[in-house]
């Protein structure tokens, strides 16, 4: 599976969008991108993931590039509950077995 | 509806003792994993299950690590003997085939001294 890259720490402000990025520069055309994030003592928790299109849950939009070697997860209005940390990971199962985890962006968003 | 659940939340035990992680996961889901997080580090996979049956353990120490999922249930991962290194948390997770997501649970924290 391919090696993503993220920024190791960002800020937010609280009710601002929050805009995460990731590199997958390698990404072959059958990688999905995953999006998970951890709240401090938890689990990592699923948020979103795709394959070329965008998409959009009630948590999150990931904003794939056309070319596929980067995204975005966007989360449009951010509370003080959505500090965590969050990782980005590309993998070519569709649902989600053998998950390779980077170390993530730490995300503060702050009053 | 229940989430994945771990238990013991925390452990600490002396070294060269051995230790045991129970995990039950989410009703109906066949897939099963155990993942070990090291502090500021993200999850890394330690075995994962189809059923009863491992699939991938290739990360799994076996030397000292073991783990059972008897009738493809419940779970256990076991240590024996820990060492200073093994201190760390321990996740398990679950999933249902052609299913995108994978629920964690909270995960057991062991402290080895």
């Known amino acids: 599976d391919a090696k993503t890259t993220q920024p190791p720490s960002m800020d937010c402000a609280e009710g601002r969008a929050a805009n995460l990025p990731c590199n997958h520069s390698?990404?072959?055309?059958?990688?999905?991108v995953y999006w998970y994030r951890q709240i401090h003592s938890q689990g990592p928790q699923y948020i979103i993931h795709?394959?070329?299109n965008n998409e959009t849950n009630e948590m999150a939009s990931l904003i794939i590039t056309e070319d596929r070697k980067s995204s975005t997860l966007i989360l449009p209005h951010a509370t003080l509950r959505d500090t965590a940390v969050y990782y980005c990971?590309?993998?070519?199962?569709?649902?989600?077995?053998?998950?390779?985890f980077g170390p993530g962006t730490r995300l503060s968003v702050l009053p | 509806e229940a989430g994945v659940v771990q238990s013991p939340r925390y452990k600490i035990i002396e070294k060269k003792q051995p230790v045991a992680f129970w995990c039950n996961p989410i009703s109906g889901h066949n897939t099963l994993y155990w993942y070990l997080q090291n502090l500021g580090q993200g999850p890394e996979l330690l075995i994962r299950y189809e059923n009863e049956e491992a699939v991938d353990d290739s990360q799994l120490p076996k030397d000292r690590f073991s783990a059972e999922r008897l009738k493809g249930v419940d779970s256990t991962l076991k240590i024996q003997p820990a060492e200073l290194g093994d201190s760390a948390v321990y996740l398990c997770a679950s999933s249902s085939t052609g299913n995108t997501e994978a629920f964690f649970g909270q995960g057991t924290r062991l402290t080895v001294v």
């Open positions: 990971i590309v993998s070519r199962y569709n649902y989600g077995q053998n998950f390779v």
């Open positions: 795709g394959l070329k």
């Open positions: 390698t990404i072959s055309g059958n990688e999905y």
